[in-house]
Nanobody, 121 residues
Framework: VQLQASGGGLVQAGGSLRLSCAASGSIFSIGDMAWYRQSPGKQRELAAAITAGGNTNYADSVKDRFTISRDNAKNTVYLQMNSLKPEDTAVYYC????????????????WGKGTLVTVSS
């Protein structure tokens, strides 16, 4: 199973970006999906998460600016980022709990390689 993230780049403060992350490979079902981020010199932190049923959770620092969503038919999770700030600069990683078969009840904790978001002031 692989997670491929895309959509990062350079944007000015106040701008917007949309990240995408598609899962591929042997997939039976996908549970929780999330976006984490890691800024230079800091620990990786949760930015936003979404359950299989669509319930969402956000870090206080991104609430009301970021929106996480998913397309279960495409095995894809999105992160719409608006009103970006320089402090949002980080490598963004997607994460998903994936079952690879109906007989395997233990979900794999899968990570994408990350996509860099740089917000200039």
């Amino acid at each position: 199973v692989q997670l491929q993230a895309s959509g990062g780049g350079l944007v000015q403060a106040g701008g917007s970006l949309r990240l995408s992350c598609a899962a591929s490979g042997s997939i039976f079902s996908i549970g929780d999906m999330a976006w984490y981020r890691q800024s230079p010199g800091k620990q990786r932190e949760l930015a936003a998460a979404i359950t299989a049923g669509g319930n969402t959770n956000y870090a206080d620092s991104v609430k009301d600016r970021f929106t996480i969503s998913r397309d279960n038919a495409k095995n894809t999770v999105y992160l719409q980022m608006n009103s970006l700030k320089p402090e949002d600069t980080a490598v963004y990683y997607c994460n998903a709990l994936i079952r690879t078969s109906s007989s395997n009840y233990v979900a794999q904790d899968c990570w994408g390689k990350g996509t860099l978001v740089t917000v200039s002031s």
